[in-house]
């Protein structure tokens, strides 16, 4: 588990536009199980969460399409993430696939949990949290 100077796991978090508000709401519904964490965002995902939790300390990147799916993926790859949540919106074309199939392939290279829905980082942060 990656963990920072106090001990605590880092996580990323990244949404699609069209899910950005189902991640608002569950940052909200664990927003005390999230302040356990320390929390990297692409910019626009982490100005949303923040702005509902502020109590959580979001070091927020670039905007996705603007590279910062691929910063999170440095930090996958330079091992400082020890999960990633991205809500991805399984309904719209998306053109920038490619950075989120890049994310999923670190996220497996690198053997981090990857959650990509409510119910799985549900479980991931829970699960984080125990140890």
Known sequence: ?????????????????????????????????????????????????GAACPSLKIKRLKSGPLGGDQQIGALIAEKKVAALIFFIDPMTALPHDVDVKALIRLSILYDIPFACNEATASLLITGMAKK
């Open 1 to 49: 588990m990656v963990a920072n100077k106090t001990g605590d796991a880092t996580l990323a978090l990244v949404a699609h536009d069209q899910m950005k508000s189902r991640m608002r709401d569950w940052a909200v519904a664990h927003e005390r199980l999230l302040a356990r964490y320390r929390l990297f965002a692409t910019g626009t995902t982490g100005g949303i969460i």
